[in-house]
């Protein structure tokens, strides 16, 4: 089996963190005074085991129809895990593009199923094969934007792949407030098309675990038949409930998040970097030199730490994820120090 390995999270502190994709600012106001004042609630009591307050806020936000559109997780990686085991079986197979996100391969493997990875064209294009063909396909994965690339594929486009499915397709959108589109308005449209959502990267909420699915209400029915029984806990449900209702603060924080990673990007590519362009909270990039797992472990010895990605029969790279703008301007300067070293 392929072990997921999740990014570094050294003691806090220690490191410039541009490794993981967080958020490097600290979560709405109002979502650290929800949590203070819910630490004297009835936390002897389990909790809701389908985080309703959460649901109807998500619900009127995100202007769905009704919380019954949305099961509630212990962070989108839960609700990975749920979507692989509700659909594939042993032996079944699940498609993933490749390069992307690591973990469906082991979400995969701990069923028992296949999983076939169909590699990206140039310019992190989907190729025409992605959906085609294969009657037996139980489940496809695509995240959007994608990992490392930050890449989008466009509505329109997955659209046409999943009605060319013999199956559901998820369309996992951790990144996708970062991004110009995104598929949520799909999935009204389409009983095949599901969509993932975390409160981990642009909500700033990493160390609360709460994620989402929003699909049609027979299907989210079916799925919350085989999640853990209170998969989402008080407190999480709380600040999550307040976060989703706190719109204004997330428009700033993805501005301010943006206008870094535009010139995050000028800075790379002026520095010789090939650097994808980014729809997401981090940028991919390769130098010519090729050096890029030096680079990581050089940064590293300086406190700054990002990602070194090295993907077999495909190449490597470093994903950089963006920070504020002092930490971003810190990790840009120790890059140039070290391509100055070569
Ligand atoms: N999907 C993708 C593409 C990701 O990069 C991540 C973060 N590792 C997740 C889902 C999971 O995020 P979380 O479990 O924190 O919601």
């Known amino acids: 089996m392929l072990p997921y390995t999740p990014g570094e999270q050294p003691p806090p502190g220690k490191f410039i963190k541009l490794n993981t994709n967080e958020n490097p600012y600290p979560p709405a106001e109002s979502v650290v005074a929800a949590i203070k004042n819910a630490a004297s609630g009835p936390l002897n009591r389990y909790p809701d085991p389908t985080a309703t307050l959460f649901r109807r806020a998500a619900a009127e936000t995100l202007g769905l129809p009704g919380p019954d559109w949305i099961l509630a997780g212990n962070g989108s990686d839960e609700i990975l895990t749920i979507l692989v085991r509700g659909f594939v079986g042993e032996g079944q197979k699940l498609r993933l593009p490749y390069p992307s996100y690591i973990l469906y391969r082991t979400l995969a493997d701990i069923q028992g199923a296949k999983w076939e990875q169909v590699p990206f064209l140039d310019g992190w294009h989907l190729p025409s094969v992605f959906g085609e063909g294969d009657r037996d396909l139980r489940l496809v994965l ?25 199956c559901p397709l998820v369309v996992d959108e951790a990144y996708a407030d970062f ?48 999640k853990d029984s209170y998969n989402c806990d008080y407190l999480a449900t709380i600040a999550a409930t307040a976060a989703i209702s706190a719109q204004d603060w997330l ?4 501005a301010k998040i943006k206008a870094t990673r535009s010139r995050t990007e000028s800075r790379l ?13 981090f940028v991919w990039c390769t130098h010519p030199s090729g ?7 050089y940064l590293k010895k300086n406190q700054i730490l990002v990602r070194y990605m090295n993907f077999p029969d495909w190449g490597d790279g470093i994903r950089i994820s963006i920070g504020t703008d002092e930490q971003t301007e810190a990790c840009m300067m120790m890059i140039e120090r070290y391509l100055q070293s070569l």
Not at 251 to 254: F, M, S
Not at 271 to 276: E, L, R, S
Not at 291 to 297: A, K
């Open 251 to 254: 428009a700033d924080v993805i």
């Open 291 to 297: 050096r890029h797992e030096q680079l990581h472990e």
């Open 269 to 281: 590519r002026e520095m010789g970097f090939d650097v994808t362009p980014s729809q997401a909270n």
């Open 179 to 226: 991004a110009e589109f995104n598929c949520l308005d799909l999935v009204r449209k389409h009983e095949n098309i599901l969509v993932t959502r975390t409160l981990s990267k642009s909500y700033g909420l990493a160390g609360i675990r709460f994620g989402f699915l929003v699909a049609q209400p027979s299907l989210i029915a079916k799925l919350a038949n085989i």
């Open 142 to 166: 695509l995240p959007n934007p994608n990992s490392p690339s930050g890449t989008v594929v466009p509505p329109d486009q997955v659209e046409r792949l999943a009605a060319s499915l013999p």
